[in-house]
């Protein structure tokens, strides 16, 4: 199936399956891809999937453009296997196949069962970058798991249970640490404003009210 991994400064941020015909990115909330960044435009671009595996990407008229291994697309045009989508810092690999690993449901399962009551349900979760050239950008956690990371390195995934956020390391020789403690196999709680170390990228785990 093909997909599109999504990354700032090396940093995974979002790993996506097209599975829709039409898969739209931007900054506004109701894009199926949504970064919140002043360099992307409210309905940026999209990617349409024909047939099994075709997929082609179209800028939709934004301000900053979008470009394909560093060259501005004009018209719609058919993304090859590993071909990279750059809007400002952000960088999409597209691939065009691959298994869906089960993972993320373990995952999942591993961090429901610390789960503690809280309120982060009602409340909106991010996290922001605290270092290197993207400080200051803000990174909506929307998905009931996310991963973050850069694979083969220091990958964790982000879940949004119904008591609140968890994280939990998945691969990745490097130790990611939460307020300078290694955090363990089975995942702790995230709070307001804790600070999550991932493969030397410090990124601040915010919840503000909707």
């Given at each position: 199936?093909?997909?599109?991994?999504?990354?700032?400064?090396?940093?995974?941020?979002?790993?996506?399956?097209?599975?829709?015909?039409?898969?739209?990115?931007?900054?506004?909330?109701?894009?199926?891809?949504?970064?919140?960044?002043?360099?992307?435009?409210?309905?940026?671009?999209?990617?349409?999937?024909?047939?099994?595996?075709?997929?082609?990407?179209?800028?939709?008229?934004?301000?900053?453009?979008?470009?394909?291994?560093?060259?501005?697309?004009?018209?719609?045009?058919?993304?090859?296997?590993?071909?990279?989508?750059?809007?400002?810092?952000?960088?999409?690999?597209?691939?065009?196949?691959?298994?869906?690993?089960?993972?993320?449901?373990?995952?999942?399962?591993k961090?429901?069962?610390?789960?503690?009551?809280?309120?982060?349900?009602?409340?909106?979760?991010?996290?922001?970058?605290?270092?290197?050239?993207?400080?200051?950008?803000?990174?909506?956690?929307?998905?009931?798991?996310?991963?973050?990371?850069?694979?083969?390195?220091?990958?964790?995934?982000?879940?949004?249970?119904?008591?609140?956020?968890?994280?939990?390391p998945?691969?990745?020789d490097?130790?990611?640490?939460?307020?300078?403690?290694?955090?363990?196999?089975?995942?702790?709680?995230?709070?307001?404003?804790?600070?999550?170390?991932?493969?030397?990228?410090?990124?601040?785990?915010?919840?503000?009210?909707?």
């Amino acid at each position: 199936m093909p997909q599109l991994i999504a990354s700032v400064e090396g940093v995974e941020i979002k790993h996506v399956y097209l599975r829709k015909d039409r898969t739209t990115l931007g900054r506004r909330p109701q894009n199926d891809i949504v970064f919140n960044n002043p360099v992307v435009s409210g309905e940026h671009c999209v990617f349409e999937l024909q047939g099994l595996a075709d997929v082609y990407v179209q800028d939709l008229a934004s301000t900053n453009g979008t470009y394909i291994n560093g060259k501005m697309i004009k018209s719609r045009q058919l993304l090859h296997d590993n071909d990279v989508i750059a809007i400002g810092n952000f960088r999409i690999q597209y691939l065009t196949a691959s298994e869906e690993s089960g993972f993320h449901e373990t995952a999942t399962m591993k961090l429901d069962a610390h789960a503690t009551p809280d309120v982060a349900g009602t409340l909106h979760a991010s996290f922001k970058v605290l270092s290197g050239s993207s400080s200051g950008l803000e990174v909506p956690v929307v998905k009931a798991v996310t991963t973050f990371g850069q694979p083969g390195v220091s990958v964790v995934a982000v879940s949004h249970r119904r008591y609140g956020y968890y994280v939990a390391p998945l691969e990745g020789d490097v130790q990611p640490t939460l307020n300078g403690k290694v955090i363990g196999a089975d995942g702790v709680p995230l709070a307001h404003n804790d600070v999550l170390e991932l493969a030397g990228t410090s990124m601040q785990f915010l919840l503000k009210d909707g």
